[in-house]
């Protein structure tokens, strides 16, 4: 079992549309969770992270975390052409700093 | 401006070479990491270095080496026992404390 999993995709919203990405975890005592954009051949660039359980939102993003069935989501509102990219999720495990990264899952934003 | 940079952008590597990617931050970051990506994969840990003159091997070290004399500087050569180097090499650097990681632009390595 992989430590981070994810749906590689692609996932197809249609513009406007509300993008829904899922991603568990397998180290319940993981204390961090990111979520990365990367758009193709560009480096990761943080879009949120979120400690505490529930839900916290930046602006059309809002991220979901449920530590008793380790899943953490990402919801993308009013889906944009801009927001294909491949989407990352991250986790701080239990010991250390090291991030241990999902294998991302493709957006793909249909005008 | 403070950030991450790594060079080269583009490195071709002939079979058998050994070849160093440079990793620098001016970000006075004390942790140091070093991620592989396959075409369509995640990122895997390949180095990290937490502070100076330390560093821990990651889930795929085998063929890879890496110091940390400087606190600003990471460098990771890729030796010839790597026998599948084609990929692309992120730096990334954070403070000690969970707040995700500065990534440097990438190095694009390909076997020639």
């Known amino acids: 079992q992989k430590e981070v999993e994810q749906n590689s995709g692609p996932l197809s919203v249609p513009e406007g549309a509300i993008a829904s990405l899922n991603c568990t975890y397998s180290?319940?005592?993981?204390?961090?969770f990111f979520w990365y954009r990367q758009y193709s051949g560009k480096s990761p660039e943080l879009i949120m992270f979120?400690?505490?359980?529930g839900d916290k939102e930046d602006g059309r993003f809002t991220a979901q975390l449920n530590k008793a069935s380790q899943y953490v989501s990402l919801l993308i509102r009013d889906s944009q052409p801009s927001d294909s990219a491949t989407y990352l999720c991250?986790?701080?495990?239990?010991?250390?700093?090291?991030?241990?990264f999902g294998g991302g899952t493709r957006v793909l934003v249909k005008p | 401006d403070g950030g991450i940079t790594q060079s080269p952008k583009y490195l071709f590597r002939k079979e058998g070479q050994n070849v160093t990617l440079s990793c620098e931050q001016n970000?006075?970051?004390?942790?140091m990491y070093w991620y592989r990506q396959d075409p369509g994969q995640g990122l895997r840990l390949i180095y990290y270095?937490?502070?100076?003159?330390?560093?821990q091997k990651g889930d795929i070290a085998e063929g890879y080496s890496v110091s940390r004399e400087k606190k600003e500087s990471f460098p990771l050569t890729v030796t010839s026992a790597q026998k599948n180097p084609t990929a692309f090499y992120l730096c990334?650097?954070?403070?000690?404390?969970?707040?995700?990681?500065?990534f440097g632009s990438g190095t694009r390595l390909t076997v020639v």
């Open positions: 990334a650097s954070t403070n000690t404390g969970p707040y995700g990681y500065t």
């Open positions: 180290d319940r005592g993981s204390q961090s």
């Open positions: 979120i400690y505490s359980n």
């Open positions: 991250a986790v701080i495990q239990a010991a250390g700093n090291k991030l241990t």
């Open positions: 970000l006075n970051h004390d942790a």
């Open positions: 270095s937490q502070i100076v003159n330390d560093f």
